[in-house]
């Protein structure tokens, strides 16, 4: 019933944009904190950004602050993690991460992102 569908990933030259999408459905998204997670290849998976109070507010880990940004619209049931000036550190695969107000967890499959020149 819980669905978190990631899309939008792709390569991408250093430097360069991707816009990551995440569809939900199957709890209440608006009360949801949602967040975006990447690993990379033998690495463990590490915090990106998250979205909270319904959208307004967020955290980034220092690594992407100032050039990712996360967005959310709640009538959608959409998170978007807008990504620039994307370095090689970026690659990995990205994934949607929702807490509920009961504080259940729940993961999407994830999308691979790769930047390589």
């Known amino acids: 019933q819980v669905q978190l569908v990631e899309s939008g990933g792709g390569l991408v030259q250093p430097g360069g944009s991707l816009r990551l999408s995440c569809v939900a459905s199957?709890?209440?998204?608006?009360?949801?904190?949602m967040s975006w997670y990447r690993q990379a290849p033998g690495e463990v998976r590490d915090f990106v950004a998250s979205?909270?109070?319904?959208?307004?507010?967020?955290n980034y880990a220092s690594s992407v602050k100032g050039r990712f940004t996360i967005s959310r619209d709640n009538a959608k049931n959409t998170v978007y993690l807008e990504m620039n000036s994307l370095k090689p550190e970026d690659t990995g695969v990205y994934s949607c991460n929702a807490q509920t107000s009961s504080n259940c967890d729940y993961w999407g499959q994830g999308t691979q992102v790769t930047v390589s020149s």
């Open positions: 199957g709890f209440s998204f608006s009360t949801s904190a």
């Open positions: 979205s909270f109070n319904g959208g307004r507010s967020t």
